[in-house]
């Protein structure tokens, strides 16, 4: 079963940084393409960064290239988002997601399986 928890979440002002951490608490090996997703109030969840399970490709949204990295430690079955030069737009909930592929996780999140919680990013201008 996996269980995806994330966290380091939290309010930051325009220009800061954070990294984000998602962590599969329920198994001792995680195969599949991991990604991050968000949504902020009002809106639709948007896909942000994919990840595929050997860590070689990675995908972005065009808003935030240059500014987020995504990566991922298999040893410790944990995904990062390190969000750099944060914008008062990046302001949402941060999802993690595992699925099949990385490239389809960009494409539709309709492919995804598993889903964590959630964690609040907050930027003030």
């Known amino acids: 079963q996996v269980q995806l928890v994330e966290s380091g979440g939290g309010l930051v002002q325009a220009g800061d940084s954070l990294r984000l951490s998602c962590a599969d608490s329920?198994?001792?090996?995680?195969?599949?393409?991991m990604g991050w997703f968000r949504q902020a109030p009002g809106k639709e969840r948007e896909f942000v960064a994919s990840i595929s399970s050997n860590g070689v490709s990675k995908y972005y949204r065009d808003s935030v290239k240059g500014r987020f990295t995504i990566s991922r430690e298999n040893a410790k079955n944990t995904v990062y988002l390190q969000m750099n030069n944060l914008k008062p737009e990046d302001t949402a909930v941060y999802y993690c997601a595992a699925g099949i592929s990385a490239s389809q996780a960009m494409r539709d999140m309709k492919t995804l399986l598993y889903w964590g919680q959630g964690t609040q990013v907050t930027v003030s201008s």
């Open positions: 329920g198994r001792t090996y995680n195969p599949y393409a």
